[in-house]
C-alpha cells in the first residue's frame, strides 16, 4: 500500500532562511499532492495543491515542487519568520479516486528569531 | 463562513460510555471526511461520506465505531463502547472540489 512518508524530527531554522521540508511516497504516483499546516490545538489548515503536470508551485513565501521520478515533494518557504512555526503535513490520494486524502505524519518547523 | 464546526470541543469520558461527536460541514460541501489523530498514528482517515453516502469506511477501526450523515449539514461518529486506546483527536472535515479539505477544530476525547 501507499505509504507517506515525512521526516519526523524537528526542523530548527534561523529567522530569514529558507525552511525545506520533504515529502517522499513509495507507491504510484498520485494526481495530485497537498500541503497542510497545523498549529498546536487546531485543525489542519490548507496550503497549497500541486498537480502530477506540474513541477512547481508558488504561493507567496511559498514553493512545492513535485518530482514524479523521485517520488518527492519539497515544501520550502523562503524568508522564514517564527510565525511560520508549526508542523507541515503533506497529503496526497492514494487510491488516486480524488477524494481520499492521506497524511503523512508531518515535519514540526520551528523557525528562531 | 463558519467552516466546519465539531461538538463537543473536549470530552472526558469513563470507559465503557458512548460518546458522540457531531460535525456540521461548510454549507454547499458534498463529501465529509472523519480523521483521527494521535501521537502514534498521525492523521488517519476513518470514513468518508459523498453526498451524505458513506463510501469508504475501511478506515474505521471496529464495530465499535459507528458513522452517520442522515443530511448535508449534519454528521456524527459514535464510539460505543468507549475504551481509553480511543483517546484522540476526532477532527471532521469537508469538501466541496474534492481537492482541498477544510477541518474542523477537532473534538479532544480522552477516556479514562
Known amino acids: 500500500s501507499q505509504k507517506i512518508e515525512q521526516n519526523s524530527e524537528a526542523l530548527n531554522i534561523q529567522e530569514g532562511k529558507t525552511a525545506t521540508l520533504t515529502c517522499n511516497y513509495t507507491?504510484?504516483?498520485?494526481?495530485?499532492l497537498q500541503w497542510y499546516r497545523q498549529d498546536p490545538g487546531r485543525g489542519p489548515v490548507f496550503l497549497l495543491l500541486?498537480?502530477?503536470?506540474?513541477k512547481e508551485k508558488r504561493k507567496e513565501r511559498l514553493k512545492v515542487t513535485f518530482d514524479t521520478t523521485l517520488k518527492q515533494s519539497l515544501f520550502h518557504i523562503t524568508a522564514s519568520q517564527p510565525a511560520d512555526s508549526a508542523t507541515y503535513l503533506c497529503a496526497l490520494d492514494i487510491y488516486g479516486a480524488g477524494n481520499m486524502l492521506t497524511f503523512g505524519g508531518g515535519t514540526r518547523l520551528m523557525v528562531k528569531p | 463562513d463558519a467552516g466546519v464546526i465539531q461538538s463537543p470541543r473536549h470530552e472526558v469520558t469513563e470507559m465503557g460510555q458512548e460518546v458522540t461527536l457531531r460535525c456540521k460541514p461548510i454549507s454547499g460541501h458534498n463529501s465529509l471526511f472523519w480523521y483521527r489523530q494521535t501521537m502514534m498514528r498521525g492523521l488517519e482517515l476513518l470514513i468518508y461520506f459523498n453526498n451524505n453516502v458513506p463510501i469508504d469506511d475501511s478506515g474505521m477501526p471496529e464495530d465499535r465505531f459507528s458513522a452517520k450523515m442522515p443530511n448535508a449539514s449534519f454528521s456524527t461518529l459514535k464510539i460505543q463502547p468507549s475504551e481509553p486506546r480511543d483517546s484522540a483527536v476526532y477532527f471532521c472535515?469537508?469538501?466541496?472540489?474534492?481537492?482541498?479539505?477544510?477541518f474542523g477544530e477537532g473534538s479532544w476525547l480522552t477516556v479514562v
Open positions: 507507491n504510484y504516483s498520485p494526481a495530485y
Open positions: 500541486i498537480r502530477e503536470n506540474e
Open positions: 472535515a469537508s469538501s466541496f472540489d474534492g481537492n482541498t479539505i477544510y
